[in-house]
């Protein structure tokens, strides 16, 4: 079933319904997945739905609570070795079957298909109802951070295709968030349901371009009067951010007053603090850790230009924010990052791990002001077609559909 040929529309928009978020990773996680998942939440249940978020614990046990406009029932929880901060739920599955059975919603909406996402895939099918499964992830991005399992990365990695394949066919409705995502995976040959690209969406009454206050650079100690790399996001291998310092220490040779800004956190932050020292340019070089959603905002105001050197992006939120607040941007021309960064639009794409390329593109916009307003505005154009309010619709739309055709 095509996008066009889903029938509900508007009309339905106003239906109250009750909606199970089923997320594997989710807030206070910092990812794609965990901030779509909570955007998805709090805006579905700000437009007068019941939403309940299924998610591991942050403490290991089991609890319940409130965040703002919806609950959250967080199951029982370890720590995954992998990634910094990122806990996993094992054996959910007695608790989702009770969450389900209890809650009975109109539809689940899974976001990963992890142990949570199997369960709830499991026991919704089991009770009838109907599912939505939306991927946000390809093999490599965890693959990157397996570096034991590197040789087998390729048959792990069709084998995880397999799996996904599998997993999807299982829901009534598919979704990824870009065209490009779809014909990664080859979603559309292997997935025998709907399949329709659904952007991630961003918050426009949020991130929007304008001065950050002058606090928030004495707080993390960013020079006011030069020439700002930024990037925002996890500090994990498979950002390849040490590709970004090497294009960075590139810069410095040309342009001696360029700053770089690392905003995040991740299990790569003491390799690339090692990293900066050995090319010299730990001194030009802002590593801010983890900083509040708050900071985070403003932070993205300050940039002259954002730089995404990660290879494996379905979509990439932190540049979608960024182009919303004004940022023209570097990214690499894989994944589905071309439909953001256009190139010669708002910025240049570059060939994976091409630092030359990366640097050379960073200096012509920090050396052309008139260059970088043309961006600027391009990437606020770009940005305004994945409001998170159509993104909400859009689901709305689905949601009903699938209720509509039990």
Known sequence: MSAGSMSGLSCYNMVHMKILIASDLHYPTINGVATFSRNL???LAARGHEVLVIA????????????G?????????????FYLNF???LRPGTAVKKIIEDFDPDVIHIQMMMWIGQAAMKYGNKFGVPIVSTNHAIPENLMDNLKLLAPLARPINYMLRGYGAR?????DMVTMPTEAAIEMLNASDRIDVPIEAVSNGIDLTRFTPGKAPKALYETFHIPTDKPLITYIGRLDAEKHLSVLLGAFARVKTTNADAHLLIVGDGTDADHLHELAYEYGVHDSVTF???????DLVQLHKIGTVFAMPSPAELQSIATLEAMASGQPVIAVDAGALKELCQDERNGYLFAKDDEAA??????KIISDPALRARFSK???????THDLQTTLTRFETIYADLNADK
């Open 288 to 294: 801010t850790g983890r900083v509040s959603d708050e």
């Open 378 to 384: 391009e990437s606020l154009a770009i940005a305004e």
């Open 41 to 43: 939440a709090q805006g």
């Open 69 to 81: 406009n919806h609950v959250i029932y967080r199951t029982a929880s370890v720590a995954f070795p």
């Open 358 to 363: 990366i640097a050379e593109g960073l200096r």
């Open 56 to 67: 591991p614990s942050q403490t290991g046990e089991p609890y319940k609570e409130i965040d």
């Open 167 to 171: 997993f999807h066919a299982k829901a």
């Open 87 to 89: 806990r996993i739920s």
